[in-house]
């Protein structure tokens, strides 16, 4: 029951944080991506602030022992590229 509230919690935080961005605006969106006519470089500070965010709270999450909700952190394995990565990315 508590991953269910954090994962709502977590989603509804970054829905609000999408729509103070601008993001939920597809002229928004469509003037970011249009980088060879009129640019609009506003949402690249939002892309920059994500990624501090990100950078200074990841070895804080991953230098913990286990997770808050789960017995362990998840392993992955590079397989390397595979038919399923092709068509699915």
Same mark, same amino acid.
């Given at each position: 029951? =508590? $991953?269910?509230? $954090?994962? /709502?919690? $977590? !989603?509804?935080? +970054?829905?609000i !944080?999408?729509?103070i961005s601008g993001m939920t605006d597809p002229a928004n969106v469509?003037? /970011?991506l249009d980088?060879?006519?009129d640019w609009d470089y506003r949402l690249a500070f939002v892309m920059g602030g994500a990624i501090a965010v990100h950078a200074a709270l990841r070895p804080l999450i991953?230098? =913990?022992? =286990? @997770?808050? /909700?789960?017995a362990k /952190? @998840?392993? +992955? $394995?590079a397989r390397g590229v595979d038919r399923g990565l092709l068509v699915g990315a």
């Open positions: 029951m =508590r $991953s269910n509230i $954090s994962a /709502f919690l $977590s !989603g509804l935080l +970054f829905a !944080g999408l729509g469509l003037g /970011f980088i060879a006519g991953l230098g =913990r022992e =286990r @997770p808050l /909700f789960a /952190f @998840p392993t +992955f $394995s």
